[in-house]
């Protein structure tokens, strides 16, 4: 993990050894920490998925070629406070999470104006069928009575 110019440990907080871009004036972001652009440290390719606030990308670690998930959530869709304050929650919760083995690993977390970004581990294998799971197979559920 944080094989591309990590920014964030397990806490949450910065811990690169290059700063973001302390010239940009104005708030520092849902984060706390700043903005940066993404762009640097990771070439962003094909779409994998969307969601509500944003889309899931593979990214691609420019320095070592390593593959990613960039998960970027647009700030123009969160227009309250608690929307933006899940985010960052999200982002702590995912940290305190780390190395569990059902869970896909948080690597950083990036701001920039437009986004935040979320950089995880690359999910490579499919997930099992749920028929492989005795208990989520339907015809061992009951109908509610």
């Known amino acids: 993990m944080g094989a591309c110019g990590s920014r964030t440990g397990g806490d949450g907080g910065a811990t690169s050894d290059r700063p973001y ?9 849902i984060l706390g920490k700043g903005f940066h652009d ?3 440290d990771y070439n962003l390719g094909v779409e994998l998925g969307k969601g509500t606030f944003g889309v899931v990308r593979k990214a691609t670690c420019t320095k070592t070629d ?6 970027s959530i647009a700030k123009r869709r969160l227009r309250t406070k608690a929307e933006r304050e899940m985010i960052k929650r999200e982002v702590e ?5 780390g190395g569990h083995s059902g869970i896909v690993n948080i690597v ?11 950089i995880l581990e690359a999910n490579e294998k499919s997930p099992p069928p ?3 799971f005795p208990h989520t197979r339907t015809a061992n ?5």
């Open 21 to 29: 871009n302390s010239t940009e004036k104005g708030p520092r972001g």
């Open 38 to 40: 993404v762009t640097i």
């Open 130 to 132: 749920l028929s492989d």
């Open 108 to 118: 950083e977390a990036v701001e920039d104006r437009k986004h935040v970004h979320l």
């Open 66 to 71: 390593e593959s990613f998930a960039c998960k």
């Open 141 to 145: 559920l009951r109908a509610p009575r």
């Open 93 to 97: 919760i995912q940290h305190h999470l």
